[in-house]
Structures are given as C-alpha cells and as structure tokens.
C-alpha cells in the first residue's frame, strides 16, 4: 500500500473538493437526519401507550385477540394539549383495570404529523374511539369531546360491544350470579361489570328507588328464585368489596383504588422554575419554526380545503420575500420553494416532494434555543411562530422605504387554516377578527408591528398562570421593565419606544440575520439549485466529482499492475510516474 501512495497522489484534489462541497451543504444533510426525540406529555406509567406513527398498525389494528382503543392525538406544544393531560392521566389511570377491553395511546402528532393526515384530521387534541372490528384501511373512529364526561363517552361506545352493559329488560333473568341496581344512567354498575369481566359476569338495571347514586349488589341464587341483597353503597371501592365473596378464588385481584395521578405540569413549585432570562429569536429557532410549520402543520391539513392553499402559498411567498435576502440559509430552504409554488392546490405527495426537493427535512428538528422551556413540551415550536411573525413585521419596519408584502393578514389565514393547535387557532381567530377595521387591509409596516405586538400581550394576560405557562419563562406583558424601561404602559411615547425596542430585538440586526442589510446578490445560493430532470445542479456536481474519483482510482490501479498501463503511464501520464528512489 506504501508503494500505491505516489499514483494515488492525483485523487487527493478531486477528494479533497469533495469534502469541502459536502462540507457546505453540511446543513442539509444534518437536517435530513431524524430529530432527536423530544420528551413527550406521556409515558407509559401514565397507563397509557405511547406510540409511533409506524406502531399504529401493529399495535392497534392486529394482535390476536383485538381490544378497543382509546387513542389521543395530541401535540407537545399545544396549551390545551398541555392542560388536558392531567384529566387524560387521572381518567387512564381510572380505567387502567378494564385493559382486557380496552387499550389507550397517544401519539404526539409534533412527531408524527402523518398521523392526522391518516385519520383526515387537523386538530389536537383529538380523541378516537377505534372499535375492535375496524381495520387500518378503513379509517373509521368516533370521536369523543375532550371537554365533556369521559368516563360516559367511553362506556356508551363500549356499550354495543359488551352485552352486560345492557340494562336487564323487565322479565329478563339475570344469568349472573350477582346483579347490580343503581338509577339510570348506571355509569358506576357498568363501570364495576368492566372492571370484574375477566372474572365474574355481572348484569344491572334500573331501580328508581335507590338515591344518591348508590348500587345495590344481590346474589342471584343459582336455582332462581329472588335475589338476595347483599348491601348497598355509592363508593366504588365498598362495592368492589361487597363483590369480593362472589369471585371464584383464582380470580385476578381487582384493581386497586385508581391512585390520584394528577400529573404536576409546570407546578410553580417544580425545581424547575428558576427564572431564565428572555432571549432574542435565534436562527436555529426561526429555521425551525418554518420547517415544523410547513412540514408538519400545513402538510396535515387537507390542501384542496376551500382557503387553504392559497394560505399556505402565501405564507411561504411572505418568508422568502421577507427573510431570504437576509440569512443565506432561510434563502436556501425557501427559494426553492417559492419558485415552485403552483397556482392549484398540490396532492399532499407532491407538497411533500416539493419541500424534500427544496432541502426541507422529512421530520422537523425540536431543538430549540430561544425558545427552549424548562421542560421538553413548554415553549419550544409556539414560541418560534410568534418569534417568526414578530421578526416579519420587524424586517417589514425596518425596511421602510420598500416594506414588502404586509405580514398580519397573511399571517392570520395561516393560523386559522393550517396551525396545529385548533384550540389556540380559534382562539387567534376571534381574537383578531376586528384586524381590518382595526388598521386596514393593507396594514402600515409600523401600524401591523405594534398590532401584532398588542394583541401576543393579550394572549400573554389570558394565559398567565395556565398550565402551559413556563415557570421559568412566566408570561406577562412584554417587554418586561428590565428589557425596556419606557415601554410601560402609560409611559410617554410608550408606543414608539416599543416600536424602537421590537425592532432591536426582531428586526436584521437582532443576530439572526447573516445579511442585515438585505442583499439578493449575496442571498442566492452559491450552486444554483434549480432542477435538472428532478435533481439539482449540485447533486450533479456531486455526482460528477464522485465520478471523477472512481475513474482516478481506476486508473491509478491499471497503471500500478498492468504491464501496458506502466508502460502507457511512464510514457504520457508524468504525474503516475514515480519518483526515483534515491541512490
Ligand atoms: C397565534 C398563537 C395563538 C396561541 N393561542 C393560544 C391559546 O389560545 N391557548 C394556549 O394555551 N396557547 C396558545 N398559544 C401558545 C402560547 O401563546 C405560547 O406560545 C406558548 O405557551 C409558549 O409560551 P412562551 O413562554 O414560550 O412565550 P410565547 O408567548 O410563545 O412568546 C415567545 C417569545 O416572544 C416574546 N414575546 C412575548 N410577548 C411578546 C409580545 N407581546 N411582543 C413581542 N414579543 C413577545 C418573548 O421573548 C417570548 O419568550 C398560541 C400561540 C400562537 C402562535
């Protein structure tokens, strides 16, 4: 091998501009990779299942013995998400012993956004009821309320599935050996019939003259005749006792009393909630934002929906024109894709393949710097919307004489169309729905920027508190004093400072910005990356420059071993030939 080193000499400049090219697309190659599994709402001791979009299939629609499922779609990031886990945890935790019957998951549809494209839905979180007898392709659920009686959701979709939870008609024999009377609705008989199945067979029925939501347990003689009570009680555990003499002995041990599992999210008392410090929108969290609403949110919704296409393609002409001329990366990712948009709403493949063209990651990366919370699922991807709209509005400001396309509308229609969180989309959508009558259709550069700021300040006071609240990140009005001083209410010219003041924390010169001044020269991409029969001119050059390198090697190899080659290469090829060896 020594000896090979002289004739491998040549290949070392093809190699070595090879590694400086894939040295620069470094970025695109680092954002193909998968996103580093961000921690999510739920774990398994929350007696739920926690699943991957790929798991579905397997673990929901196949197995030998099918159950029920309970699935949630949620994502980490949503406010409402965030406050309804606790309820989810206790109520799992409530039914963790009817797991003969029914399963439950969840699947964080931040990570796996294919999820509500499978099920054709575009809110979280959302609740299915997957009945034993459905399969994969069929797509069919029921969905339940998030905000109403789970506990009654669950047991009328199980009812049709399991005949016991059908009161006893007037006449009918109870082929049970104990029989459960309660006044309708029998939400805690049925729910004691799930809990014994593996076990003992239970039936009920109403009794309109029991009270205060108490059941009565009888033992139904084997050879008829009537039933003897055994007593009476509203508590779930005293009636699991009363049952107690009536299981065979191998029976399984009835579940325990469901343990108050209330999940402390982002209590103020977590170690956690030592204050960080506010920080200007990163690059990192910016890129971020775009990629997860583009290959996340807009790619989950129904493209061809009245509204939505024209929304999205808006959105990504108001980016590329706002930011590509002032970051090189920003440039490099949207580019592309404006070039590309068409007029018609494209298939969702297409929509896929347009932003994997444009060297858009297939999975969103969840990283975040700026907007990194005290936990994995507080801040983080909400934070970097509001962080991207408040940076439009500030390029907008800053670039006065020519502002661009105005930001608010296009970034309302965005939101309500296409954002993950539905709850806080609908909330965005009343909240701003005076936005024309308020400061016009084509909005000031200085009038939408002091808009959008007053109106996260309101979102800011409504939130305050919740759940979702970062301890360390408390919300209020922002700029916080210490930021700003003579941004506080009442302040003189508090408006102007304020404008001043988001612009110096938005605007191109914030840092995040690799051009602050603005420049589509400096903004294009070195090697151009418009398609050449479906691969871009520096996928060719890659390939060339591989090329290139095998042919050396080849050559390099047939000049060493073959006689004619040594001949051949002593004779034309002087660069092969090898150096005298000293005497
Ligand atoms: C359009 C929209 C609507 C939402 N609606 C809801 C909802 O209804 N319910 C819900 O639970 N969650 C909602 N959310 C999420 C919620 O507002 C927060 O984004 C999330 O809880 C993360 O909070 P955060 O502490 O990172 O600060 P965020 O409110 O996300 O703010 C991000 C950063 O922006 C800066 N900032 C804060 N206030 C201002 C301001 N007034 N002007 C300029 N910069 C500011 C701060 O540096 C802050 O860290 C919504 C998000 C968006 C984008």
């Known amino acids: 091998p020594a000896d090979l080193m002289p004739s491998l000499s040549p290949l ?6 090879l590694l400086l090219l894939l040295a620069s697309t470094g970025p695109r190659a680092a954002h193909s990779a998968p996103a ?13 299942t926690p699943l991957k979009f790929d798991d579905l299939r397997a673990v929901v629609y196949s197995g030998e013995r099918r159950r029920h499922w309970l699935l949630q779609l949620y994502h980490r990031y949503c406010g409402h998400c965030i406050n309804f886990a606790p309820t989810f945890k206790q109520f799992a935790s409530d039914v963790k012993g009817w797991s003969h019957t029914v399963g439950l998951a969840v699947i964080d549809s931040a990570d796996f ?16 009821f997957i009945p034993s007898n459905t399969s994969w392709e069929q797509k069919y659920f029921s969905l339940l309320n998030s905000e109403a009686n789970l506990m009654e959701q669950l047991l009328n979709q199980l009812q049709p599935f399991v005949p016991q939870l059908v009161p006893l008609q007037s006449g009918e024999a109870a082929n049970s050996p104990a029989l459960l009377e309660e006044a309708s609705p029998g939400r805690l008989s049925r729910r004691l019939i799930l809990d014994s199945l593996p076990s003992l067979s239970l039936r009920w029925r109403p009794n309109a003259g029991l009270s205060g ?32 003499p009536l299981r065979p002995p191998s029976a399984v041990a009835p579940p325990a009393a469901a343990p108050s599992v209330m999940a402390k999210v982002a209590q103020p008392s977590d170690s956690s909630s030592s204050h960080g410090e506010l920080r200007p929108p990163t690059l990192d969290d910016l890129r971020s934002g775009i990629i997860r609403a583009l290959v996340s949110d807009a790619a989950a919704v129904s493209l061809d929906k009245p509204g939505v296409w024209p929304a999205v393609r808006d959105f990504v002409r108001l980016l590329n024109s706002h930011l590509s001329a002032r970051s090189l990366e920003l440039g490099r990712l949207l580019r592309p894709l404006a070039a590309w948009l ?25 990283a975040w710097v700026s907007c990194r919370g005290s936990k994995p699922f507080l801040r983080g991807y909400p934070c970097s919307l509001w962080q991207l709209f408040h940076t439009l509005t500030a390029v907008r400001f800053a670039t006065a004489g020519a502002s661009g396309p105005p930001v608010m509308p296009v970034m309302r229609r965005f939101i309500i169309a296409c954002f993950s969180c539905r709850y806080c989309a609908e909330n965005f959508d009343k909240g701003t729905a005076g936005m024309e009558a308020e400061i016009g259709a084509q909005p000031a550069p200085g009038v939408e920027l ?23 990140y408390p919300k209020a009005r922002f700029p916080s004093a210490a930021l700003c001083s003579e941004c506080a209410e009442g302040a003189a010219s508090a408006d102007a400072n304020a404008a001043a003041f988001l612009l110096r924390w938005y605007g191109p010169g914030a840092g995040w910005a690799s051009h602050p001044e603005g420049d ?8 151009s990356t418009v398609d050449i029969m479906g691969f871009s001119r520096l996928d060719l050059v890659i390939v060339a420059l591989c090329f290139a390198c095998v042919l050396s090697v080849l050559l390099a190899v047939w000049c060493r071993l073959s006689r004619s ?13 090898r150096s005298p060896s000293p005497v």
């Open 12 to 17: 070392l400049l093809p190699l070595a501009a």
């Open 36 to 48: 580093a599994a961000g921690a999510a709402l739920y774990q398994a001791s929350d007696h739920v």
């Open 113 to 128: 956004a294919q999820v509500m494209t499978h099920y054709g839905l575009n809110g979280v979180p959302s609740l299915l």
């Open 213 to 244: 939501g108490a059941v009565r347990v009888s033992r139904v003689p084997a050879a008829g005749g009537g039933a003897a009570a055994l007593g009476e009680s509203a508590s779930i555990d005293e009636l699991r006792r009363l049952l107690t």
């Open 342 to 366: 068409p007029e018609e709403p494209p298939s969702h493949d297409r929509w896929l393949r347009a932003l994997a063209d444009a060297g858009f990651p297939t999975r969103p990366p969840d």
């Open 450 to 472: 002091l808009y959008l700021w007053r109106k996260h300040n309101t979102v800011n006071k409504r939130l305050s508190g919740e759940s979702s609240d970062d301890p360390a």
């Open 520 to 527: 589509s020269d400096f903004a294009k991409p070195a090697i």
């Open 565 to 577: 080659g040594r001949r051949l290469c002593r004779r034309g090829l002087s660069p092969f030939r």
